[in-house]
């Protein structure tokens, strides 16, 4: 029998186990001989005061605080409207501080996850950079984001003048980081968005936590196409992307793959409009014969204008027709493009080209230099008020940026997170990317539910009228000020969205054509909202009460107030390792609740009087799914007798329970 605790993954603990592996002989009872080890390796120890190496003040702090266990959990809202497709989607959206939430998905999710793309606070000097809290994190998180009231304000930004500038910065990130690096698998990647203010600091940890040797490359990317006339020495328009493998032998060429039916666009949303003639012989996908009456027609946030009816018999053109739109392509391009048969007006009337033999042939690696078809920020501007009409931030991203990053590492089937995801972008490209390529990728999102009423009081004034927008917005809607909301809405609205071009592709698509193309209905534009909080279980929350009326309340209660038995179903998943997405179906019993999480692999019943009966219904769930192996969890005080607990015992023994798969709490 085993008790469970509450603790997230002890890392510490399994480098501890790692070590004693390669080096028995330092392990003196239970604790490391720190001086044989020196002894042991010899001349490669430097502990000379002058060493090469990177310090700054909390360093020690930061990195004991990526090894403390998480004390808290993650809260199902499995309401709709709160999730989307609770019980089909494979995507998660975890609302908060995303060191916590690494933590605590450090065993469920430990060399899981392919690719991490994140964009953290530049630290342009009014950014909002989260302080962490040695002590009692998770209280600390529920002060920042106003859950609980505090005394002073929690939420400052990092100002240059502060004096510890940098520090504050790094300190947030260099935990982050290390527990990030443990849930990329061996033959995973970060991608990390940063500009000038950190770069160079965000390099050198990432050195130290990823290992130079897994060093990839800094990618340059032009976020804007104007430099602005106001600078007072250079004009800056590049960002960058820091990459790292886990392993650089392990992680596979980077490259734009061509794909055989991959297509690619001929307008760009940031160009300026212009007009191209497209002579008649062009394909129209919208049926056999008919008119496309002249007109302007949006398609997603792009715009495309006939200036004349548009007439095609047999699929093609047979009139010329001025178009007026962003062309990305020359004249000469679209010529060429219509007589090499390219060049096509898509279902919902938009404009795309197939790749050339020659783009189909090359498997390009990403250059360092990502200037073209990555998208630049007057795009993630005009994508995102294409679905909420108004712009509410500076940071967000374009979606074909991060699209092409994923593009480049093998992901189809994979779990892509982004544990800084804003405005969910990220999200909005894995299911952009699905829809075209067929693939099942799954996304982690992760989000401070930072509170836009205090964002706003530390706001400039151009930033106060964008935050304003957005919390007008979400008064219309009926949600909560705060910026996951926004986050979650963007997947709604963008997953919609995607849905409806599939089916348009999908229904004007060949059967031939459709064996290579995911079906609408199956595209999974849902996800599981998770929320952090404290444990659900009295005894691992540290010091709880703050009057005796509640003491007294919590002691006639088996966990803490206002928690649900499926709470606690989703924290015992978490803390046994198991995918948060895993089904989980409740089976009656008399009254009595078990929850069955992936189909019978952990059986939970959390009811009290547990009987024999329980045990009975748990080993025809495990025959019924031909589980060979199970687990059973149950409250120590779920048992009305010792002899009862031991009848239960042994009868899911003898159907082949292990002894250390019996599990109370
Ligand atoms: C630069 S933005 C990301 C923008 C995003 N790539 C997009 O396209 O919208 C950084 C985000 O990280 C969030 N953030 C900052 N500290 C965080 C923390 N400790 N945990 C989770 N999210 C955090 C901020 O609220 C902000 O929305």
């Known amino acids: 029998m085993s008790h469970l605790n509450g603790e997230s993954l002890n890392i510490e603990d399994k480098n501890i186990e790692k070590l004693v592996e390669l080096f028995p002989e330092v392990n003196t009872d239970g604790k490391i001989d720190f001086e044989k080890l020196k002894q042991i390796l010899g001349e490669y120890v430097d502990d000379s005061e002058e060493r090469y190496r990177f310090v700054w003040n909390g360093k020690g702090e930061a990195l004991r605080l990526s090894q403390t266990p998480s004390m808290g959990t993650l809260r199902p809202a499995n309401e709709e409207g709160k999730s989307k497709n609770w019980d089909d989607t494979e995507n998660l959206y975890i609302e908060g501080d995303n060191l916590e939430v690494l933590k605590l998905l450090q065993k469920s999710y430990f060399n899981k996850v392919k690719m991490i793309y994140i964009d953290p606070p530049y630290n342009t000097g009014g950014d909002f950079v989260y302080k962490d809290n040695f002590k009692d994190n998770i209280q600390n998180y529920k002060k920042i984001t106003g859950q609980v009231d505090s005394e002073g304000n929690a939420t400052t930004t990092n100002r240059e003048y502060s004096g510890r500038y940098h520090t504050d910065w790094l300190n947030m990130m260099y935990p982050r980081l290390r527990l990030a690096r443990n849930i990329l698998k061996d033959d995973g990647v970060i991608f990390i968005s940063i500009d000038d203010n950190e770069v160079h600091n965000l390099r050198k940890i990432c050195d130290e936590v990823f290992g130079e040797d897994n060093f990839i490359d800094v990618l340059k990317w032009k976020r804007k196409k104007q430099p602005s006339f106001l600078a007072k020495h250079t004009a800056k328009v590049m960002e960058y992307i820091l990459v790292y493998a886990k392993s650089f032998e392990k992680l596979e060429k980077l490259s734009i793959e061509n794909l055989s039916d991959a297509t690619k666009k001929v307008i760009n949303i940031s160009n300026p409009e212009s007009t191209r003639t497209f002579k008649k012989g062009v394909r129209v996908k919208i049926g056999e014969s008919g008119v496309i009456k002249a007109g302007r027609y949006k398609i997603r946030s792009m715009e495309v204008e006939y200036l004349s009816d548009v007439i095609y018999q047999n699929g093609v053109t047979i009139n010329d027709v001025e178009v ?329 023994r003898s159907a082949g329970l292990a002894e250390e798969s019996f599990i109370t709490l």
């Open 324 to 652: 007026l739109s962003r062309f990305s392509v020359s004249q000469d391009n679209i010529d060429n493009f219509i007589d090499e048969d390219l060049l096509f007006i898509t279902v919902n009337k938009g404009l795309r080209r197939d790749v050339t033999e020659e783009e189909k042939t090359s498997r390009k690696s990403i250059t360092d230099l990502l200037l073209s078809d990555y998208g630049d920020n007057q795009e993630s501007d005009n994508e995102f008020k294409s679905l909420f009409g108004e712009k509410y931030f500076d940071y967000t991203k374009p979606i074909n940026l991060i699209y092409n990053l994923i593009k480049s590492n093998f992901t189809e089937n994979e779990v892509i997170m982004d544990f800084f995801s804003g405005s969910s972008t990220t999200a909005d490209a894995v299911m952009q990317i699905n829809a075209d390529d067929g693939g099942s990728r799954k996304c982690i999102s992760v989000q401070l539910p930072e509170d836009l009423d205090a964002m706003i009081e530390t706001a400039d004034t151009e930033t106060k009228s964008k935050l304003q927008k957005a919390i007008n917005f979400l008064d219309s809607i009926h949600k909560p000020r705060n910026l996951a909301e926004i986050g979650k809405e963007r997947i709604r609205r963008a997953g919609e969205k995607i849905k409806e071009e599939l089916k348009e592709r999908y229904e004007a698509a060949s059967d031939e054509e459709r064996k290579n193309m995911k079906h609408p209905n199956e595209l999974d534009i849902g996800f599981k909202v998770f929320k952090l909080d404290s444990s659900n279980i009295k005894e691992w929350n540290p010091g709880k009460y703050e009057n005796v009326q509640q003491a007294i309340e919590d002691a006639l209660t088996p966990y803490v107030p206002g928690r649900t038995e499926e709470d606690v179903v989703y924290e015992m998943m978490l803390k046994m390792g198991l995918d948060l997405t895993y089904p989980v179906e409740e089976v009656d019993v008399n009254g009595k609740t078990i929850y069955s999480i992936g189909y019978g692999f952990l059986m939970i019943c959390l009811a009290d009087k547990v009987d024999i009966v329980v045990a009975e219904k748990m080993i025809e769930i495990k025959d019924e799914n031909n589980q060979q192996e199970f687990r059973a969890i149950f409250r120590d005080e779920g048992f009305s007798s010792d002899t009862d607990k031991t009848n239960v015992k042994e009868t899911l």
